[in-house]
């Protein structure tokens, strides 16, 4: 399998093409970002991340489902999400 060359990636690239690339390495030759500029990836059947471009400004973001919401008690959910966000803001600082 051929890998990526370090100095490719310190220099602007064309994602499109870098995605097209990289699909091909992984046996997936017809990976591409579809009309709205998303591309879904799945890892292990389990892990969902959908990488979405904005042609634009050559940019990506990518997104990933954390966990589930539960149905019941979402208040406690969110306090308890709010509070370990904090947890963690603080440890960054």
Avoid: H, W
């Amino acid at each position: 399998m051929e890998k990526f060359p370090e100095e490719n990636l310190k220099e602007e690239i064309y994602l499109p093409d870098y995605i097209k690339r990289y699909g091909k390495e992984v046996g997936l030759p017809n990976l591409k970002f579809n009309e709205n500029g998303v591309c879904s990836l799945c890892f292990n059947n389990k892990i969902k991340v959908d990488i979405v471009y904005n042609e634009q400004y050559n940019q990506c973001f990518l997104a990933s489902p954390i966990c589930l919401i539960p149905n019941n008690d979402k208040e406690k959910f969110y306090e308890l999400y709010s509070f370990q966000t904090i947890l963690l803001m603080k440890m960054e600082e």
